[in-house]
């Protein structure tokens, strides 16, 4: 009788070893950490990291008193304001009426975030076309080339963070929106 009891205990303990376990990965158990508020570090007065200023871009953006009576809408070009300039990097603010667009450039060797603060912006790219709506960011390096348009019948609004400040944008010769319908 011992012995039936014993192997009756231990059956079930071997069944659940022998079961898979899931595994879930680093994001999956974090959650993206762009998308999660509360593991962001608060902006500090002078950020460092990518994370740091994708934060800084977020407390600007959630602060709608400090930059929404400066938004202007010009049909004849996209409109910009310098926010705030500190040693390492600049913020602008930028209004697009529809249709208007960056042509293809770069920012040399600053890096940064695109916030796109209301409407919506459609990027292009050598890889693709993607559309930001508001509340989206984009990060990007240096050299990083794209266009970014408003397809839209609408106005937008984008916040724009770089670091270092930007010193120069190369415009490119050809647009990624043509150059997608060219075949390679």
Known sequence: ?????????????????????????????????????HLLQPAREHPATIAEFVGL????????????????????????????????????????????????????????????LE????????RGRLTHRAGAQRVFAPGYAHEVVNDTLDGAVSLHVYFPGLTEMPMHSCSPAESESVPA
């Open 57 to 116: 871009a977020r407390s600007i953006a959630e602060d709608r008193a400090s930059w929404e009576h400066l938004v202007r809408y010009d049909a004849t070009t996209r409109w910009y304001h310098r926010l705030r300039t500190a040693p390492g990097y600049e913020v602008w603010l930028l209004s697009w009426v529809p249709g208007q667009g960056s042509g293809l450039h770069d920012h040399g060797a600053s890096s940064g975030v695109l916030t796109v």
């Open 1 to 37: 009788m011992n012995s039936t009891t014993a192997s009756a205990t231990t059956a079930p303990a071997t069944a659940v070893a022998d079961a898979p376990a899931a595994v879930e990965s680093d994001l999956q158990i974090a959650g993206d950490i762009l998308a999660v508020q």
């Open 119 to 126: 409407g919506e912006l459609t990027e292009h790219t050598s």
